[in-house]
């Protein structure tokens, strides 16, 4: 069951919207479920298709189609790395294989205390900082180095 928090935030979105058109606010409102749970479970977009009045699979294939949706949990912050052509010829490699060997996890893995997730994401619209990854899907870092990314976890080690 949706929270109230949620409920509330889906109605707020609900008002940008013609009344006949509320499935407009399914990415929205998955993005409130991964906010306040850190991840979509199934019955959670079973929740979110009948709050809206629209089909289980319709908000199942809008939940798999775009890679910001966490569908099982990825820690407490979620790194996700570019590896598009842009990214990749401006270092996206090394900077995969240094999270992986920092971290000590490949892609779509928690690492044992569970504080970090590394997943590979397609392009984020930013090619000429790359290479470059997002955080939580709401950070970007690009132009990254060794340094820099050794800066970023010592920041987040922090909270």
């Not at 998955?30 to 959670?44: H, M, P, S, Y």
């Not at 798999?64 to 570019?82: A, D, E, Q, S």
């Not at 090394?94 to 205390?113: H, N, P, R």
Request: negative net charge; glycine residues 8%; hydrophobic residues 40%.
């Amino acid at each position: 069951m949706l929270s109230e928090q949620i409920q509330a935030q889906i109605d707020r979105e609900l008002k940008k919207y013609p009344a006949d058109q509320k499935q407009s606010a399914v990415m929205s409102a998955l993005r409130f479920v991964q906010d306040e749970k850190g991840w979509i479970a199934t019955d959670d977009m079973a929740d979110i298709a009948s709050y809206l009045g629209m089909a289980q699979m319709a908000v199942y294939e809008v939940a798999t189609f775009y890679h910001m949706y966490n569908l099982k949990p990825m820690g407490r912050h979620l790194i996700t790395v570019c590896t598009n052509l842009s990214c990749e010829l401006g270092g996206a490699g090394d900077t995969v294989t240094y999270l992986q060997e920092k971290l000590g996890i490949g892609f779509d893995e928690v690492s044992a205390d569970g504080k970090y997730g590394l997943r590979e994401g397609e392009c984020m619209g930013a090619c000429g900082h790359a290479p470059l990854f997002t955080l939580n899907n709401k950070k970007l870092c690009g132009r990254l180095t060794r340094e820099k990314i050794d800066k970023i976890l010592a920041e987040l080690d922090q909270l």
